[in-house]
């Protein structure tokens, strides 16, 4: 599919100014952002709107477009007929050495080593805000059934007074004195290779190849102000210990008109007392008695969906695993929930009563079974005495 002419993508002229496709920019943005505008198509039409103001708002880009059109912008084309020689394009765009001063080529490789390690980014293109990390704790049953939570955080955001630009209402930034709306300047440096000339930061618009000569009132030519900013957050059901969720555009403020940051919110859930999780699986320990395990019960179980009535068959062997349907937690990629599984303990009593003894041995006479008993401290005590005054 043939692409848009990018001045039509934005609604701008052909002579418009770099205000003018600023300002159309920031309107479209803003109206096609897929954390706004949640219509089919939506998404694709930002990115068609970014990649128009990448190159519109950049003035060599901007030239080449006007000449060239798309083709200008393709990373294989080559205005001056050296295609076959594309790795060195950075010459000075003359297509050889000429008197052209070096913008490119080896002042690249030299500043790897003098400080740099690369091309400058174009200053004024539109940067993403950074991402934030927020923590939430959430109980063992909120992670399983998910909740609404209200959370509130601190962050950069554009500043309502100069909308971002950081000038004076009724103002705008001007380009740059210094380095002409480069963002960097030259540079001499002494190197082990001689006296070289490289690119630094300019030190008076900082790189934004911009101006400010009269700030904002309100956030002091910054573009942004520190705001406590407050959210809802919709936890899924079936989260689990260290899953986060990306929340789009919740982040910092962007620059040169670029989108806001994300914000990930990190969940840390507190562990059950009785039960273990492991993705939708839940895992319960059951102890039941000696008479339940042999003679069979039902018994009412604990589930985070509430209890159930378990049948334990007659004979039942600790250890024995029992999976209760639809009983475990929400998976949180499908649809349902998971199982519970039931691990049968069965206890042994550390106390007995003579009759419970009693009962015991006849269990064993009955079974054919023949069972040493083990006296306990006591039985010894009192043993120990009668044979001593016989």
């Known amino acids: 599919m043939a692409k848009r002419d990018l001045y039509d993508v934005l609604g701008v002229s052909k002579d418009a100014s770099e205000d003018e496709i600023k300002r159309a920019y920031r309107k479209l943005s803003k109206q096609y952002h897929p954390d706004i505008n949640q219509e089919v198509g939506a998404e694709e039409k930002f990115k068609e709107i970014a990649e128009a103001y990448e190159v519109l708002s ?29 790795g060195f394009e950075g010459f000075g765009g003359q297509g050889g050495f000429g008197g052209a001063q070096y913008t490119g080529g080896f002042e690249d490789i030299f500043e790897s080593f003098f400080g740099g ?24 049953e909120e992670a399983i059934f998910g909740k609404k939570e ?56 900082h790189g934004t190849g911009k101006e400010i000569k009269e700030k904002c009132p309100t956030c002091h030519g910054k573009g942004t102000v520190t705001e406590s900013h407050k959210l ?6 079936g989260v689990e210990n260290g899953n986060q969720m990306p929340l789009r555009g919740q982040g910092e403020a962007g620059s040169n008109g670029g989108p806001y940051g994300d914000l990930y919110v990190v969940f840390r859930v507190e562990k059950s007392d009785i039960f273990d999780r492991q993705g939708s699986e839940i895992f319960y320990k059951l102890p039941i008695n000696f ?45 349902g929930n998971g199982d519970q599984q039931v691990q049968v303990e069965v206890v042994t009593p550390k106390h007995l009563t003579d009759k419970q003894k009693e009962a015991l041995r006849t269990f064993a006479k009955e079974a054919g079974e023949t069972v040493t008993e083990d006296s306990n401290i006591f039985d010894k005590v009192k043993d120990a005495f009668r044979d001593n005054f016989k």
């Open 117 to 140: 390690g690369g091309r400058t980014q174009r200053p004024n293109a539109p940067r993403q805000g950074a991402d934030l990390q927020y923590v939430m704790d959430l109980t063992f």
């Open 58 to 86: 950049d003035s060599q880009k901007r030239a080449a477009y006007d000449q060239y059109g798309h083709a200008a912008n393709d990373p294989n084309f080559n205005a001056g007929g050296f295609g076959g020689f594309g």
């Open 232 to 237: 809802t957050v919709n936890v899924p059901a």
């Open 291 to 335: 008479a339940q395990a042999g003679l069979g019960d039902e018994i009412d179980v604990p589930t985070v969906h509430g209890k159930v009535k378990l049948k334990v068959p007659a004979g039942t062997q600790s250890g024995t695993v029992f999976r209760l349907r639809g009983k475990g937690a929400p998976k949180l990629r499908g649809s």
């Open 150 to 205: 209200t959370i509130h955080y601190q962050r950069n955001a554009e500043c309502h007074t100069c909308h971002g630009s950081g000038a004076k209402p009724g103002t705008e930034p001007v380009t740059c004195s210094k380095c002409h709306g480069s963002g960097v300047v030259q540079v001499e440096r002494q190197t082990p290779f001689g006296r070289m000339m490289t690119q630094a930061t300019c030190d008076v618009c």
